[in-house]
């Protein structure tokens, strides 16, 4: 004598139907919003890298902007002359150099030098320098967006 092994029962709804086929459109749903949410954090993440990027641009050209030329540098270190600041022409190549290594594209570089201020009452001299670069995003439809940064530094030289 042969033991039958005891068949598998589908599950059954309240009509009499099979449910098979809801565990598949439960998981393609749940997986498109899984998708989504990865692609967001992915997104973000990559927008945020190339803000920092710009701000890390906009403070290194700010730097260069108020550090005057060493007495003993040479002229091929210093083609603007010793003692003296860069100028607006030579900060902005310094800031697209950075933008370049960094492969950020189609960036405006504002330099704005000598603006007039006060720390504790004693007036001196700032730089301020502003990127600004567009931004696409790649998974969502959100076209192009504008990142913008600043960096403000005190002149050396004054």
């Known amino acids: 004598m042969t033991t ?6 589908r ?3 309240p009509a009499g139907r ?8 439960e998981a393609a749903l749940t997986l498109i919003v899984f998708f989504v949410f990865l692609f967001g954090i992915l997104e973000f993440g990559r927008a945020y890298n190339v803000y920092q990027t710009l701000t890390n641009a906009a403070r290194e050209g700010a730097r260069f902007a108020v550090a005057p030329c ?12 010793q003692g003296v600041v860069p100028t607006q022409a030579a900060i902005q190549a310094q800031v697209q150099a950075f933008l370049d290594g960094a492969h950020v594209k189609d960036a405006v570089i504002n330099v704005s030098q000598n ?6 009452g004693a007036p001196t001299e700032f730089t301020n320098v502003s990127v600004t670069a ?9 076209g192009t967006i504008n990142l913008k940064t600043q960096a403000v530094m005190r002149n050396e030289n004054n």
């Not at 099979?18 to 459109?25: D, N, Q, Y």
């Not at 603006?115 to 504790?120: F, L, M």
């Not at 567009?134 to 959100?142: H, I, R, T, V």
């Open 70 to 81: 060493p007495a003993l540098s040479s002229m091929a270190e210093c083609p603007y002359g």
């Open 18 to 25: 099979s449910e098979c086929g809801a565990t598949l459109v």
């Open 4 to 9: 039958r092994k005891p068949r598998m029962m």
């Open 134 to 142: 567009p931004y696409s995003f790649l998974f969502f439809p959100f």
């Open 115 to 120: 603006v007039a201020g006060s720390i504790n």
């Open 11 to 13: 599950p059954v709804g």
